[in-house]
């Protein structure tokens, strides 16, 4: 069955430098999600994606985040800056033909900002 | 806004007993989806199952069924004849009708017992 890939798996970087978490949605999905987990708190919605640009976003997706679809398969979130609250596991999701159908999601990039 | 709260950060079961999560969520919404995702250890989101808010009759899945009251803004899981593939991160979540984001609860972490 088709899945949602994402890499790494884990990321260590220095506070103030630039990360970019990877994934492979679902190869004929359309729209693209990501969102994070900060250790013990819920899973919050950060930025959907469709038609290459984005469709929503929440006030946490400020300027220091931006999303990319470089290819036809890859999905990108870069942190152009890393503060250390942005420690947290990063999940992307995709769905297939409408915003409101079932989103998959990979299994998440543990971020650590040091 | 919308908020989901599950109340059980954590529960143990022992196998083929049955088991029920609770979740309340607020919204002034009258169409939106319900949803329930199964983390395990160290794996992906996976939906469990959905639950239209304009059908009135519970949705099931195999072994799982949820109990929807509306009127009341409640969204429990049942899980009959648990195994021991059920333990994961329980989540309950809610999005709006012709929205794409999902809101999810903190979560309710299952253990089911040899």
């Known amino acids: 069955e088709p899945e949602v890939t994402q890499t790494p798996s884990h990321q260590v970087t220095q506070m103030g430098q630039e990360v970019i978490l990877r994934c492979v949605p679902i190869?004929?999905?359309?729209?693209f999600y990501w969102y994070r987990q900060i250790l013990g708190q819920k899973v919050e919605f950060l930025v959907s994606?469709?038609?290459?640009?984005?469709?929503?976003k929440s006030e946490i997706f400020d300027d220091q985040f931006s999303v990319e679809r470089p290819d036809g398969s890859n999905f990108t979130l870069k942190i152009r800056s890393t503060k250390l609250e942005d420690s947290a596991m990063y999940f992307c999701?995709?769905?297939?033909?409408?915003?409101?159908?079932?989103?998959?999601f990979g299994p998440g990039t543990r971020l650590t900002v040091l | 806004a919308q908020t989901v709260t599950q109340s059980q950060p954590e529960m143990s079961v022992q196998e083929a007993e049955t088991v029920t999560l609770s979740c309340t969520y607020d919204t002034s919404e009258n169409n939106y989806y319900l949803f329930w995702y199964k983390q395990p250890p160290s794996r992906q989101m996976i939906l469990v199952i959905r639950?239209?808010?304009?059908?009135?009759q519970n949705a099931t899945e195999n072994r799982f069924s949820v109990n929807f009251q509306k009127a009341a803004k409640s969204f429990s899981l049942k899980i009959s004849d648990s195994q021991l593939g059920d333990t994961a991160m329980y989540f309950c979540a809610f999005m709006k009708h012709r929205d794409d984001k999902i809101i999810f609860g903190k979560g309710t972490r299952l253990h089911i017992l040899p």
């Open positions: 639950q239209e808010a304009y059908k009135q």
């Open positions: 999701a995709s769905s297939e033909g409408t915003p409101q159908g079932t989103q998959y």
């Open positions: 190869s004929n999905h359309l729209y």
């Open positions: 994606f469709y038609n290459n640009e984005i469709s929503e």
